[in-house]
């Protein structure tokens, strides 16, 4: 029952995003058809700079339904059962996650929170602790097996597992539903750990596809001013109020 | 840190289902306009078992979309995390939940399985480590607490909570994913604890619209045949190949 | 074939949809149970104006999802189709709209746009064109009976009727889906038609919930200052530019 | 102002989409991560067939969530706005449709219903009424130009363009709502113009990703019998009733 680290891959993504993002603007206001550009297109005729440009320019004027067209597919694993539970609550998703219904934790892998992890006595209880879930679900399986429970014995077992059990998932979301998920993730009042789960996924996303990403992050990031309230401001940037009675 | 029982209640449902179903269905097939139909339909001069007869007529047809217009909002309690993890994933739906970051579990209920409860063995196993998971839980807090991180220590403490932990939701729903989740939830081959909310919450639904869940359930109760894989059916109704092959 | 005047009327909406919100919210964030709450809370033995003053604080810290859980349903007549077009783009919604593949539109009613309906030359052309559609119309259908297709006479001779038809439909949406709506669709930016629909569905809402939508309609009413870019800017509020660089 | 042909190209689609599936099954049931797997199946180490027969024993059993994170993207032309209304509201999918606010449409092309077509004396009519379409757009959008209201002409004189006119849509959705798609709009009640658009694309469905849409189509195909009411049943399966019935 080992630490688990995190780690997020982009197994893949809508190939020649920046193009179908661009053909998708394009289809609302020209007269042609989409088919007909797409090889010019995708065969580098029309400049990536010229595209980025002309996407960028439209974004800004707020209509951002064509970035849906492209979807990201990450798999990640070493986040706590707490972290998935945040994540999947963003509905405009697609999600498989590995299932503690079907997969014996004998060997459960954890995430100890950062703030625990400094304080050394912390740790030990912590640490402690996990052994404790560890046996406590060895002997429960056990039980249930000898009761005749086999085929349900991961099912009820589990119900001792504790948040911070390791679990992995595979995660599709399209570009709109993206930038949403990094505007409240980001941002610092989000938890510590989707939070560095979201920058992780921001900065393959900002790898792939600059022209959509570049401003992608917490509201503050896009806004030049902090939305929240000011209670909740971490001071990064101003407040709006802050903002325009600043001069 | 006791067990908890569930609760379902039904906090409130769209007034008028019935008629504003039926309204519904006209608007799509008739020149008229519903709104000046509606004082006639909530006065009752149009016959409930009119209205009812026609709906049923047409969703038999397939189609349901109409459904949708009417929602219900349940408050839970009494059940596990274990368990809200698969609620949520239902995504045409809107749910507020009770935060581990926010309130404090120090005196955290719990969930049992019905068949760790039934050997004594396993339940003091369980009943146990529930009091090591509050000994955890409280020393961390204090840990936490006494190290000046006072306003994250329940965030971080509920690493430890197990997925048995009580939780509450208000869960909202329109009638078309109430089917749905019916359909899936209520079938053997669904956990316990989310079939037996299921039926409680399918129960209130019959009561409150019947012409739309009379026939809810799993999808077999409307089929009148199993359409699992032959290796999960549960044997309540016949399979599709049963069926035909039995004259 | 005459024109037709717009109606809105709210068909229905949630109950106690300011206590739900309110109920919603405190389920979060404490540890009792809405369901036990909620008799008080109904009865009215929990103030309005102290729940208004909570969800309005709450909601300017950006916690949006509660306001999920209460729906309102609206029916609408004298719209075009043009309109309706429009209207059905937003996904997180219910609708339910008269078909012209079962409804005969011998007597079609139309929409005439304002800045035509101003110029008599205009005018005049406009009508003497919908009299030309009833000709085409009842004509088509007639051959197409003739020739035995009366079952889909309707279907096809439609493809004549234009934009400017008349249309009824429907349309349930929850709060958040409906002060998106509103976001988009009273800003100067949308179109003349869907703009006059969405004010009066705001007002709607206004008069009915008034603790989520007094600060309803363009995104401008609810920052304080315009978010679009500077060459769409109706100049109502000032743009985030002139607001930090005013002083 | 011509007749314009259907025209339907697959723009693009999540790369390995097999594999992708296949990961994402696996990432439920069993320990390891996705992304340690992800090398050997893109390289072709796991062999298709394996891939393809455990993809479709578990959609058998009725698990379909995984095919959500593979979606292709079509490039649509040669649509009636009748069709396009009635794509656009399934709303599980992204589309980037033609605007007529933005688009003049002087040389508007158009689609004729088959059953017109054949029928030489109604086919005269409808592009006899085609050509006053083309009459009172351009008049409208002169009389709109010459008294100053160029900016708006062409969302003004639009009100007169038929259902006929022809439209351009960029499609996006993902292989489960495909499925549905396909499951209502291939079924022999649906209207002739979208059932053959939806064949179109399951055609290219079925090309591109088998293992998926071998059985796509009408509910039927994957059924075996026909589930509609049986006064709407159009004879290629035969209905329940008629199955059980049969021996």
């Not at 439209?58 to 597919?73: A, C, N, Q």
């Amino acid at each position: 029952m080992p630490e688990k680290d995190l780690r997020v891959e982009l197994l893949t993504m809508t190939p020649n995003a920046l193009e179908l993002i661009y053909a998708s603007f394009r289809q609302c206001y020209y007269a042609g058809f989409t088919a007909d550009m797409w090889p010019r297109l995708i065969s580098g005729d029309i400049e990536k700079e010229k595209q980025d440009a002309f996407v960028s320019k439209i974004l800004e004027s707020g209509h951002d339904s064509p970035i849906e067209h492209v979807s990201f597919t990450f798999a990640v694993e070493g986040i706590s059962r707490a972290c998935s539970h945040q994540i999947v609550r963003h509905r405009i998703a697609s999600y498989s996650q590995q299932s503690q219904r079907y997969v014996a934790e004998n060997d459960m892998d954890y995430i100890i929170p950062p703030a625990i992890k400094k304080i050394p006595e912390a740790r030990e209880r912590f640490e402690k602790f996990m052994e404790e879930v560890g046996s406590a679900y060895k002997d429960l399986r056990e039980i249930l097996v000898a009761a005749g429970r086999e085929s349900k014995a991961n099912e009820d077992a589990r119900f001792v597992l504790p948040q911070a059990a390791e679990t992995k998932i595979v995660i599709t979301m399209n570009c709109r539903s993206l930038m949403h998920f990094f505007n409240l993730r980001c941002c610092q009042r989000a938890q510590w750990e989707v939070r560095i789960l979201a920058d992780k996924m921001l900065k393959l996303c900002k790898e792939s596809l600059p022209a959509i990403f570049r401003n992608g992050g917490a509201r503050c990031e896009q806004l030049g001013y902090c939305p929240e309230a000011e209670r909740f401001a971490c001071g990064k940037y101003p407040t709006l109020k802050e903002l325009t009675e600043r001069k």
